[in-house]
T-cell receptor, first 113, second 118 residues
């Protein structure tokens, strides 16, 4: 069965600092990987996705993520965080013939001015 | 226009009551979903409908009954509400009608319905 681990429940950064949110998945073959963002009181919105090809994918709002097969990871990065990036971030994986994504527990990003 | 809209946004009710949550998508998608997000933010699939047909039904109590009158609507009716039903319920939709295309599908989420059972 597929599973997703987001080891950090909360991450606090200062505005303008760089950001990396961790995501590890458990599955033998190459999965389909997603990052979603949930702003307060809102539903989830897709930031970026990886299916195949270039392992560094660009998303919206200046985010990028890198797929590393050897580490079973798909970490989300942003070079300079803005206060409006404060939100909950979810990593998701689809694999093994299922089409329903399995979501990680989420990482709450807090941005200090 | 909101792509996936849910009503109501908030729902406060007593134990034992029956309530419904409505969901509509105007994206022309074939597949719709209901998710439950608990107090620890875990998102868990409950149901998935494809062209009005139920295709996924996770281990959800039969007090929960989804209804899809057409492929743009997926409503969730809950009978005999219990304290443990308190959560945020998200509706979502995606394009695609078969395995591989669905697996690659981006899901579009509604803003959620926060259900509080007292």
């Amino acid at each position: 069965a597929q599973s997703v681990t987001q080891p950090d429940i909360h991450i606090t950064v200062s505005e303008g600092a760089s950001l990396e949110l961790r995501c590890n998945y458990s599955y033998g073959a190459t999965p389909y990987l997603f990052w979603y963002v949930q702003s307060p009181g809102q539903g989830l919105q897709l930031l970026l996705k990886y299916f195949s090809g270039d392992t560094l994918v660009q998303g919206i709002k200046g985010f990028e993520a890198e797929f590393k097969r050897s580490q079973s990871s798909f970490n989300l990065r942003k070079p300079s965080v803005h206060w409006s990036d404060a939100a909950e971030y979810f990593c998701a994986v689809v694999s093994g013939g299922s089409y329903i994504p399995t979501f990680g527990r989420g990482t709450s990003l807090i941005v200090h001015p | 226009d909101t792509a996936v809209s849910q009503t109501p946004k908030y729902l406060v009710t007593q134990m034992g009551n029956d309530k419904s949550i409505k969901c509509e998508q105007n994206l022309g998608h074939d597949t719709m979903y209901w998710y439950k997000q608990d107090s620890k933010k875990f998102l868990k699939i409950m149901f998935s409908y494809n062209n009005k047909e139920l295709i996924i039904n996770e281990t959800v109590p039969n007090r929960f009954s989804p209804k899809s009158p057409d492929k743009a609507h997926l409503n969730l009716h809950i009978n005999s509400l219990e304290l443990g039903d308190s959560a945020v319920y998200f509706c979502a939709s995606s394009q695609g009608t078969s395995g591989v295309s669905l697996a690659k599908n981006i899901q579009y989420f509604g803003a959620g319905t926060r259900l509080s059972v007292l």
